[in-house]
């Protein structure tokens, strides 16, 4: 099949094949044509799956469709046609970045993000001026609705990104207040890893006789991706595996997850001190300072990112080969976005959970939440001392796990009594030579 198949207007298409896309993904070819049909949908896909051009092309065909409209007077404020919530300001701007890339041949095509971190002065600007396609984080928008600055009665078609996160993270009321104030006419597109419970009464509520779409699996998803799992001894010893790690000439770009902000902090800062081309991500961070580390990540800068879950959704950077488990995740789900950071547009990744044995609960669980196994693995000269915690059970087929959280904090005390931590003292380490293996 090809984006000609579509039905998409040819501008779309151009641009596409300009981005290096010659077919569209599964979740496309599916979501595409009942989405351009007006449909209401209720997605799952995996991430790097190509999700976020299956609703942003269909958006853009209803920006194009405007062009034939007569212009509103001048200093009209209309608000957007598309309004699209996600639960960051990474994921916000991914959409935005897709939307330029995807829309560059429309004539005159307005993208705004309004997101937390910037300065208000500027997203008010931009929500009085033409607006086509508006990407906003429901704490931020609330604001602008609340003080009557976001005008949302013209949105023509709503999209909800990663909803599951967004209820997660307790976004339930912001979405139900962003949804009364658009049109019951529109067009709503819910995107979500699951759509039980909570995600699912959700879609109840906002959607009318969707469409749903399911594309693989947590145990069909990272066919591309090569999973290994360190165990070690204790903190140090996750240290020196992890120094190893990223000595190999394998490594083009890695992703190293920490627990906390303090923990993406403290690692960033002692990778910097050892030469290492490295910065953290997290939301504690000014969004300036956020966009130059995606930046430097992008333009490749920068060869090690240390960030934590939240700061990492939406970060699509294909070069990156390696994701690193420094920290486990709260969640088991958090594991499969974690990974999938790698492995994409066609690409291998090799995911690597360094894990202490406080950590085989959780390993336990994230087995079971994929249906997969996790093989330990051994570097020669790092072999952990102690005896390998109890290999967990084969998982059986579909059997999910309960949302549990590990019990112990990613790091416990240092050895030696060294400080809990440094402070974070840059952004951009200075280049220097990598320590030896």
């Given at each position: ?19 290096g ?11 595409i ?15 790097g ?26 200093g ?64 931020r ?9 976001a ?41 979500s ?27 069909e ?68 300072r ?20 939240v ?61 997969q ?65």
């Amino acid at each position: 099949m090809s984006f000609e198949s579509l039905n998409l207007h040819e501008t779309l298409v151009r641009a596409v094949t300009t981005a290096g896309y010659t077919a569209p993904t599964e979740v496309q070819t599916l979501a595409i044509p009942p989405a351009l049909a007006g449909s209401d949908l209720m997605v799952s896909s995996n991430t790097g799956s190509g999700k976020t051009a299956s609703f942003v092309l269909p958006a853009l065909m209803r920006v194009l469709a405007s062009r034939a409209l007569p212009r509103p007077p001048r200093g009209t404020v209309t608000g957007p046609r598309i309004l699209v919530l996600t639960p960051t300001r990474e994921l916000a701007m991914q959409v935005a970045k897709a939307a330029m890339d995807y829309g560059r041949f429309v004539p005159h095509l307005s993208v705004c993000t309004v997101v937390g971190g910037v300065p208000y002065g500027l997203q008010l600007k931009q929500l009085r001026g033409p607006l086509d396609i508006l990407i906003a984080t429901p704490g931020r928008l609330i604001d602008h609705l609340e003080s009557g600055k976001a005008v949302l009665g013209n949105v023509e078609m709503l999209v909800l990104d990663e909803a599951d996160r967004m209820l997660d993270m307790g976004f339930i009321d912001p979405i139900h207040h962003i949804a009364k104030a658009t049109p019951k006419a529109r067009q709503t597109v819910m995107y979500s890893a699951t759509f039980g419970g909570h995600v699912g009464r959700l879609a109840e509520e906002l959607l009318r006789a969707p469409q749903r779409i399911e594309v693989s699996s947590q145990t069909e998803a990272h066919a591309d991706i090569e999973q290994r799992l360190h165990w070690a001894d204790d903190f140090q010893h996750k240290n020196a595996l992890l120094d190893h790690i990223l000595t190999e000439r394998s490594v083009d770009q890695a992703l190293v997850f920490t627990s906390t902000q303090r923990d993406a902090d403290w690692l960033a800062d002692r990778l910097g001190e050892m030469g290492h081309s490295v910065a953290a991500l997290h939301g504690g961070m000014p969004q300036g300072r956020r966009n130059r580390v995606l930046q430097g990540l992008r333009s490749k800068h920068l060869r090690v990112l240390v960030a934590t879950d939240v700061a990492a959704r939406g970060i699509d950077v294909p070069t990156i080969s390696h994701v690193i488990n420094f920290g486990l995740p709260m969640k088991e789900e958090d594991y499969v976005h974690r990974i999938g950071r790698t492995g994409r547009a066609g690409r291998s990744g090799l995911a690597v959970t360094l894990a202490e044995r406080r950590d085989s609960g959780m390993i336990h669980r994230i087995q079971r939440y994929t249906t997969q196994r996790i093989a330990p693995t051994t570097i020669v000269g790092l072999e952990p001392k102690r005896v390998e915690p109890k290999p967990a059970p084969r998982p059986a087929p579909g059997q999910g796990a309960a949302f549990a959280r590990p019990g112990a904090k990613p790091f416990g005390p240092r050895p030696g009594g060294r400080p809990a931590f440094k402070p974070a003292g840059k952004t951009f380490s200075k280049s220097g030579p990598r320590p030896a293996r």
